[in-house]
Protein backbone atom coordinates (compact mmCIF):
# COMPACT_ATOMS: atom_id res chain seq x y z
CA UNK A 1 0.00 0.00 0.00
CA UNK A 2 2.68 2.29 0.65
CA UNK A 3 5.80 3.16 -2.61
CA UNK A 4 9.26 3.04 -2.43
CA UNK A 5 9.79 6.96 -0.96
CA UNK A 6 8.17 5.82 1.92
CA UNK A 7 9.24 8.13 5.04
CA UNK A 8 7.81 10.67 7.99
CA UNK A 9 6.95 7.68 10.33
CA UNK A 10 4.78 8.84 13.09
CA UNK A 11 2.27 7.30 15.86
CA UNK A 12 -1.14 9.02 17.44
CA UNK A 13 -2.40 8.87 20.63
CA UNK A 14 -3.74 5.86 20.33
CA UNK A 15 -0.65 4.24 19.11
CA UNK A 16 -1.71 3.81 15.34
CA UNK A 17 1.30 4.26 12.98
CA UNK A 18 1.52 6.44 9.93
CA UNK A 19 3.90 7.13 6.93
CA UNK A 20 4.03 8.90 3.90
CA UNK A 21 3.78 7.67 0.47
CA UNK A 22 0.27 6.31 0.89
CA UNK A 23 -0.67 3.92 -2.29
CA UNK A 24 2.98 5.75 -3.99
CA UNK A 25 1.40 9.04 -3.75
CA UNK A 26 3.31 12.00 -2.29
CA UNK A 27 0.68 13.99 -1.34
CA UNK A 28 -0.87 11.23 0.84
CA UNK A 29 -0.27 10.12 4.39
CA UNK A 30 -1.97 6.72 5.31
CA UNK A 31 -2.04 4.43 8.49
CA UNK A 32 0.20 1.91 8.10
CA UNK A 33 -0.89 -0.17 11.38
CA UNK A 34 -3.12 -1.56 12.33
CA UNK A 35 -5.49 -1.19 9.48
CA UNK A 36 -4.08 0.29 6.77
CA UNK A 37 -5.97 3.59 5.19
CA UNK A 38 -5.38 6.98 4.11
CA UNK A 39 -4.87 9.51 6.64
CA UNK A 40 -4.99 12.79 4.83
CA UNK A 41 -4.24 13.70 1.49
CA UNK A 42 -3.71 17.27 0.29
CA UNK A 43 -6.27 17.62 -3.23
CA UNK A 44 -5.55 21.41 -3.19
CA UNK A 45 -1.94 21.99 -4.36
CA UNK A 46 -0.94 19.56 -7.10
CA UNK A 47 2.68 19.45 -6.06
CA UNK A 48 2.84 18.58 -2.84
CA UNK A 49 5.47 16.21 -1.44
CA UNK A 50 4.73 15.29 2.31
CA UNK A 51 8.42 13.77 3.81
CA UNK A 52 7.56 14.00 7.25
CA UNK A 53 4.39 13.38 10.04
CA UNK A 54 4.47 14.25 13.65
CA UNK A 55 1.64 13.84 16.10
CA UNK A 56 0.37 16.27 18.86
CA UNK A 57 -1.77 17.04 21.51
CA UNK A 58 -2.19 20.59 22.46
CA UNK A 59 -3.08 22.40 25.45
CA UNK A 60 -6.96 21.64 24.88
CA UNK A 61 -6.68 17.87 24.21
CA UNK A 62 -7.17 18.26 20.56
CA UNK A 63 -5.32 15.60 18.12
CA UNK A 64 -3.62 17.12 15.60
CA UNK A 65 -0.52 16.07 13.18
CA UNK A 66 2.62 18.19 11.10
CA UNK A 67 3.16 17.02 7.68
CA UNK A 68 6.26 18.36 6.18
CA UNK A 69 5.71 19.84 2.65
CA UNK A 70 9.44 19.32 0.87
CA UNK A 71 7.90 20.89 -2.61
CA UNK A 72 6.63 24.04 -0.62
CA UNK A 73 8.96 24.87 2.01
CA UNK A 74 6.02 24.22 4.60
CA UNK A 75 4.41 22.64 7.49
CA UNK A 76 0.38 21.43 6.85
CA UNK A 77 -1.55 21.00 10.28
CA UNK A 78 -4.72 18.72 10.30
CA UNK A 79 -6.74 18.72 13.71
CA UNK A 80 -9.43 16.63 14.95
CA UNK A 81 -11.23 19.28 16.66
CA UNK A 82 -14.56 17.17 17.22
CA UNK A 83 -12.23 14.75 18.94
CA UNK A 84 -13.53 11.52 16.71
CA UNK A 85 -10.66 10.17 15.14
CA UNK A 86 -11.66 12.57 12.08
CA UNK A 87 -9.06 14.89 10.89
CA UNK A 88 -11.17 17.52 8.85
CA UNK A 89 -9.76 20.51 9.47
CA UNK A 90 -6.13 21.48 7.77
CA UNK A 91 -4.10 24.46 7.54
CA UNK A 92 -0.68 26.04 7.09
CA UNK A 93 1.21 25.98 10.12
CA UNK A 94 4.43 27.57 9.00
CA UNK A 95 6.04 28.32 5.52
CA UNK A 96 8.92 30.12 4.20
CA UNK A 97 10.33 30.07 0.87
CA UNK A 98 14.07 30.09 2.43
CA UNK A 99 13.14 26.04 4.44
CA UNK A 100 15.22 23.82 2.41
CA UNK A 101 12.61 21.30 2.42
CA UNK A 102 11.58 20.07 5.39
CA UNK A 103 12.98 16.72 5.10
CA UNK A 104 11.72 15.75 8.84
CA UNK A 105 10.33 16.94 11.89
CA UNK A 106 10.45 16.74 15.75
CA UNK A 107 8.32 18.13 18.09
CA UNK A 108 8.09 19.71 21.96
CA UNK A 109 5.20 18.32 23.01
CA UNK A 110 5.11 20.73 25.99
CA UNK A 111 5.16 23.59 24.09
CA UNK A 112 3.84 22.79 20.74
CA UNK A 113 6.69 23.98 19.04
CA UNK A 114 8.13 22.39 15.72
CA UNK A 115 11.46 21.90 14.86
CA UNK A 116 12.35 21.47 10.77
CA UNK A 117 15.61 19.97 8.97
CA UNK A 118 16.13 19.96 5.25
CA UNK A 119 19.00 19.15 2.42
CA UNK A 120 20.76 20.17 -0.37
CA UNK A 121 21.81 16.60 -2.25
CA UNK A 122 25.29 17.72 -3.72
CA UNK A 123 28.16 15.66 -5.20
CA UNK A 124 30.70 18.39 -2.84
CA UNK A 125 29.09 19.40 0.22
CA UNK A 126 28.72 22.81 1.32
CA UNK A 127 27.38 25.13 4.13
CA UNK A 128 24.33 25.71 3.73
CA UNK A 129 23.28 22.33 1.86
CA UNK A 130 21.46 21.81 5.17
CA UNK A 131 19.09 23.69 7.01
CA UNK A 132 17.60 23.98 10.42
CA UNK A 133 14.44 25.52 11.63
CA UNK A 134 11.85 25.93 14.43
CA UNK A 135 7.88 26.98 14.02
CA UNK A 136 6.38 28.53 17.52
CA UNK A 137 2.62 27.94 18.61
CA UNK A 138 1.43 30.57 16.13
CA UNK A 139 3.19 29.24 13.15
CA UNK A 140 6.37 32.03 12.61
CA UNK A 141 8.82 30.20 10.93
CA UNK A 142 12.46 31.26 12.41
CA UNK A 143 16.06 30.09 11.16
CA UNK A 144 18.26 28.52 13.71
CA UNK A 145 21.24 27.60 11.71
CA UNK A 146 22.84 26.49 8.39
CA UNK A 147 25.25 23.35 8.11
CA UNK A 148 26.44 20.80 5.59
CA UNK A 149 23.77 18.45 4.45
CA UNK A 150 21.24 17.99 7.45
CA UNK A 151 18.54 14.93 7.84
CA UNK A 152 17.46 13.22 11.09
CA UNK A 153 16.15 15.16 13.78
CA UNK A 154 14.68 14.57 17.04
CA UNK A 155 13.78 16.02 20.69
CA UNK A 156 14.77 14.32 24.37
CA UNK A 157 12.19 13.27 26.59
CA UNK A 158 12.69 15.74 28.93
CA UNK A 159 13.21 18.55 26.24
CA UNK A 160 16.27 19.71 27.20
CA UNK A 161 18.15 18.68 24.09
CA UNK A 162 17.90 18.53 20.55
CA UNK A 163 19.33 16.24 18.31
CA UNK A 164 20.51 17.06 14.35
CA UNK A 165 22.26 14.99 11.99
CA UNK A 166 25.17 16.12 9.64
CA UNK A 167 26.57 14.73 6.66
CA UNK A 168 29.30 15.53 4.15
CA UNK A 169 29.79 14.19 0.39
CA UNK A 170 32.64 14.80 -1.35
CA UNK A 171 33.47 13.94 -4.96
CA UNK A 172 29.98 12.21 -4.92
CA UNK A 173 30.89 9.95 -2.07
CA UNK A 174 29.61 10.23 2.16
CA UNK A 175 32.33 11.05 3.85
CA UNK A 176 30.91 11.78 7.27
CA UNK A 177 28.21 11.71 9.07
CA UNK A 178 27.70 12.73 12.62
CA UNK A 179 25.27 14.06 15.25
CA UNK A 180 24.85 17.54 17.30
CA UNK A 181 23.42 17.60 20.36
CA UNK A 182 22.09 21.36 21.57
CA UNK A 183 20.97 22.51 24.79
CA UNK A 184 17.38 23.60 23.73
CA UNK A 185 14.96 26.02 25.31
CA UNK A 186 11.86 24.91 24.06
CA UNK A 187 9.55 27.54 25.00
CA UNK A 188 11.46 30.01 23.05
CA UNK A 189 12.95 27.91 20.63
CA UNK A 190 16.66 28.92 21.11
CA UNK A 191 19.58 26.35 21.28
CA UNK A 192 22.89 26.63 22.46
CA UNK A 193 26.17 24.70 23.43
CA UNK A 194 26.46 22.99 20.31
CA UNK A 195 28.46 20.16 20.75
CA UNK A 196 28.84 16.55 18.81
CA UNK A 197 27.06 13.69 20.31
CA UNK A 198 27.94 10.96 18.11
CA UNK A 199 30.51 10.57 15.37
CA UNK A 200 30.19 7.56 13.71
CA UNK A 201 33.74 7.37 11.92
CA UNK A 202 35.27 6.96 15.11
CA UNK A 203 32.20 5.06 16.93
CA UNK A 204 32.18 2.20 14.35
CA UNK A 205 33.87 3.09 11.27
CA UNK A 206 30.80 3.94 9.17
CA UNK A 207 30.78 6.98 8.24
CA UNK A 208 29.36 6.34 4.69
CA UNK A 209 26.23 5.07 5.58
CA UNK A 210 23.51 8.27 6.17
CA UNK A 211 21.80 8.85 8.92
CA UNK A 212 18.05 8.99 8.74
CA UNK A 213 14.81 9.39 10.71
CA UNK A 214 15.47 9.99 14.66
CA UNK A 215 13.70 8.91 17.64
CA UNK A 216 14.33 8.46 21.64
CA UNK A 217 12.07 6.66 23.61
CA UNK A 218 10.83 7.37 27.02
CA UNK A 219 14.32 6.50 28.76
CA UNK A 220 16.09 9.39 26.62
CA UNK A 221 17.86 6.57 23.96
CA UNK A 222 18.37 7.99 20.46
CA UNK A 223 16.99 5.50 17.94
CA UNK A 224 18.79 6.64 14.50
CA UNK A 225 17.85 5.05 10.77
CA UNK A 226 20.84 3.96 9.16
CA UNK A 227 20.39 4.30 5.02
CA UNK A 228 21.64 2.02 3.16
CA UNK A 229 23.14 0.12 6.65
CA UNK A 230 19.58 -2.47 6.83
CA UNK A 231 19.97 -1.28 10.53
CA UNK A 232 18.79 1.10 13.74
CA UNK A 233 21.01 2.20 15.98
CA UNK A 234 20.41 2.75 19.87
CA UNK A 235 22.33 5.39 21.83
CA UNK A 236 22.50 5.89 24.88
CA UNK A 237 21.86 9.37 26.68
CA UNK A 238 25.72 9.16 27.10
CA UNK A 239 26.59 8.93 23.17
CA UNK A 240 27.69 5.10 23.74
CA UNK A 241 26.43 2.73 21.09
CA UNK A 242 24.05 0.11 22.75
CA UNK A 243 23.05 -2.40 19.98
CA UNK A 244 22.53 -2.41 16.54
CA UNK A 245 18.89 -3.45 15.67
CA UNK A 246 19.19 -5.41 11.96
CA UNK A 247 16.15 -5.34 9.60
CA UNK A 248 14.46 -8.16 7.84
CA UNK A 249 13.33 -6.45 4.91
CA UNK A 250 14.80 -2.82 4.51
CA UNK A 251 18.41 -2.24 3.44
CA UNK A 252 17.76 1.31 3.11
CA UNK A 253 15.80 2.37 5.81
CA UNK A 254 14.37 5.85 6.27
CA UNK A 255 12.86 6.57 9.34
CA UNK A 256 10.87 4.77 12.84
CA UNK A 257 9.19 5.37 15.44
CA UNK A 258 7.42 3.27 18.40
CA UNK A 259 3.91 2.54 18.17
CA UNK A 260 1.13 0.32 18.76
CA UNK A 261 -1.15 -0.04 22.09
CA UNK A 262 1.32 0.66 24.77
CA UNK A 263 3.71 2.27 22.33
CA UNK A 264 6.18 -0.36 22.94
CA UNK A 265 6.19 -1.33 19.06
CA UNK A 266 9.51 -0.39 16.95
CA UNK A 267 8.60 0.00 14.02
CA UNK A 268 10.91 1.00 10.82
CA UNK A 269 10.32 1.82 7.19
CA UNK A 270 11.84 1.76 3.49
CA UNK A 271 11.91 0.78 0.46
CA UNK A 272 11.63 -3.04 0.21
CA UNK A 273 14.82 -4.81 -0.22
CA UNK A 274 13.50 -7.37 -2.49
CA UNK A 275 11.49 -5.00 -4.52
CA UNK A 276 12.55 -1.08 -4.26
CA UNK A 277 9.03 0.13 -5.86
CA UNK A 278 7.64 -0.41 -2.79
CA UNK A 279 7.59 0.49 0.92
CA UNK A 280 8.43 -1.77 3.58
CA UNK A 281 7.43 -1.96 7.68
CA UNK A 282 9.29 -3.93 9.81
CA UNK A 283 8.22 -3.94 13.18
CA UNK A 284 10.48 -5.57 16.45
CA UNK A 285 9.13 -5.29 20.08
CA UNK A 286 10.94 -3.14 22.72
CA UNK A 287 10.66 -2.66 26.76
CA UNK A 288 10.53 0.35 26.98
CA UNK A 289 8.26 3.28 24.88
CA UNK A 290 8.37 5.81 22.56
CA UNK A 291 8.80 9.26 23.90
CA UNK A 292 6.38 10.33 21.18
CA UNK A 293 3.47 7.56 22.56
CA UNK A 294 4.36 8.87 25.88
CA UNK A 295 3.97 12.97 25.58
CA UNK A 296 0.65 12.25 23.84
CA UNK A 297 -1.05 10.46 26.89
CA UNK A 298 -2.65 13.46 28.19
Known amino acids: ?17 YAVNYKDDKAAVGRAFVQQKLFFEDLEQPDTWFNAV ?9 QEAYLGDVTNHRVVRVRDPGGKGK ?6 FCQNPGILQPNDLA ?37 LGSFYRTNGIEVSPDEKTLYLSEAINQGGNVVS ?17 G ?44 GALLAYVKLATIEKVTNLEFAGPNGRDLYAVGACTEDPAKG ?13 FCAQQV
Not at 178 to 190: K, N, P, W
Not at 280 to 292: E, I, N, P
Open 195 to 238: RIFVDFAHLDNSASNDVDGMRTDSTGNLYVSRWGAGKIAKISPA
Open 177 to 193: NVIHAYDLDAQAGTIRN
Open 107 to 143: IAHSTGRVFLSGMRFTANSVIGDGDLWTCGAMGTASR
Open 54 to 62: RFNVDKNGV
Open 1 to 17: MFGALIEGAAVDRQGDF
Open 280 to 292: CVDRYSSSVQGRA
Open 87 to 92: FVHSEV
